[in-house]
């Protein structure tokens, strides 16, 4: 059984930045970021694969980097400029192998987190 484990929520003002971090039990390829707010569907917005191909939505193009260590077998998010429409929970994803649109394909991935809370007032 792959486990993911998300940390690193918090809350913050707006303008702020956070480090989100996830660990999974074993080296999986696909690796994404998700987030869902009360009352939205579950949304990818940063991806990054075993060959170091990444892929941003366009809500946090330019102000998230997602990276990743493979020998830690951890994915990570590092968020600036943050707003208060970012308040969300966001998730950890994950596939053992590609995921052929991986900031839309939900259902393509077998593992996910529980989740952790980023809340940013303004």
């Known amino acids: 059984q792959v486990q993911l484990t998300e940390s690193g929520g918090g809350s913050v003002q707006a303008g702020g930045s956070l480090r989100l971090s996830c660990t999974a039990s074993?080296?999986?390829?696909?690796m994404s970021w998700f987030r869902q707010a009360p009352g939205n569907y579950r949304a990818g917005i940063a991806t990054?694969?075993?060959?170091?191909?990444?892929e941003y939505s366009d809500s946090v193009k330019g102000r998230f980097t997602v990276t990743r260590d493979s020998a830690k077998n951890a994915l990570y998010l590092e968020m600036n400029s943050l707003e208060p429409e970012d308040t969300a929970t966001y998730l950890c994803?994950?596939?053992?192998?590609?995921?052929?649109?991986?900031?839309?394909?939900?259902?393509?991935?077998?593992?996910w987190g529980q989740g952790t809370q980023v809340t940013v007032s303004s």
């Open positions: 994803a994950a596939s053992l192998g590609t995921v052929l649109v991986p900031l839309m394909g939900n259902s393509d991935y077998k593992f």
């Open positions: 990054l694969n075993g060959i170091g191909v990444a």
């Open positions: 074993r080296y999986l390829y696909t």
